[in-house]
């Protein structure tokens, strides 16, 4: 039996056990499944597991179809302080915090990610307003960053702590997204400094953005500073797992 129909099995016979609890009245649907039912964006996972697994890679694009530009949305020149005086620096003092359960916490420059395995993929993002871009990215595999740092078993989702933020003052909300381990150890999942081969521009998330080339654009953090990886995210800010997530209450889980 191959990988696939050994994960379909494994999936159908949960959803089987699922069943046969709620079959048995609502006393016994255990807190678990309840969960997992009430969730749009878990089901939506799941559903993802079944058709092809979540290994299956996104469809990758030529030369000749890239977008003419790729544009910018969201948060487009961050004006978060910290962040100026990166951009005025050259992103020289930037650096990426990787850290939370990992055996081995790092804090790495741009220089240091550059020299890491590269790869380049042309790929097309996908933005819940309506408009599609295709572009080349170049960066670091996630794989590799964890791969130095450790995750410790317990780790289960990776939260993505970006450089801006919404609103003012007080009520400024910074941007964040999270991940699970599939995606984080996906090969197509890369934290890229290029774009179109050239170093990432300010509009795109300078110096340093999450592709994860399976979900939509919100799920695609700029700016990055920091990732924390959590046993949940419950805890962090809205408890969401993301700003969009928070705000709107867009699905966690954005597969496409
Ligand atoms: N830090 C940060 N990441 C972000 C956003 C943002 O405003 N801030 N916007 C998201 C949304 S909704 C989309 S569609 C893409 C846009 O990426 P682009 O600016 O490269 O087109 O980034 C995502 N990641
Ligand atoms: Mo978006």
């Known amino acids: 039996m191959n990988e696939p129909d050994q994960r379909r099995r494994l999936l159908l016979g949960a959803a089987a056990g699922a069943g046969a609890l709620l079959l048995g009245g609502c006393e016994r649907v255990d807190s678990r499944v309840e969960g997992l039912l009430a969730s749009a964006s878990t089901l939506n996972r799941g559903v993802h597991k079944l058709l092809g697994g979540r290994r299956s890679m996104a469809q990758e694009f030529s030369v000749a179809d890239l977008s003419p530009g790729f544009r910018g949305n969201g948060n487009v020149d961050p004006g978060d302080p910290a962040y100026r005086d990166l951009v005025a620096g050259g992103f020289a003092a930037w650096r990426l915090a990787v850290d939370g359960l990992v055996a081995q916490p790092a804090s790495l420059s741009l220089a240091q990610l550059r020299l890491m395995p590269a790869r380049t993929q042309i790929t097309r993002h996908d ?34 702590h970006c450089a801006d933020s919404f609103g003012s003052g007080e009520s400024a909300a910074p941007y964040y997204e999270s991940i699970d381990m599939d995606d984080a150890y996906h090969p197509q999942t890369i934290l890229a400094y290029g774009l179109n081969g050239q170093a990432l521009p300010v509009t795109n998330g300078a110096p340093l953005r999450l592709r994860v080339e399976r979900q939509l654009g919100y799920k695609q953090a700029k700016y990055l500073m920091r990732i924390e990886l959590v046993e949940s995210y419950a805890a962090i800010r809205g408890g969401g797992g993301g700003y969009w997530e928070d705000h709107s209450g867009y699905a966690w889980y954005a597969g496409i």
């Open 127 to 160: 933005c819940v307003e309506g408009w599609s871009a295709i572009g080349q990215w170049t960066g670091v595999p996630l794989a590799r960053v964890l791969d130095l740092v450790r995750p410790l078993p317990r780790a289960r989702f990776l939260v993505f």
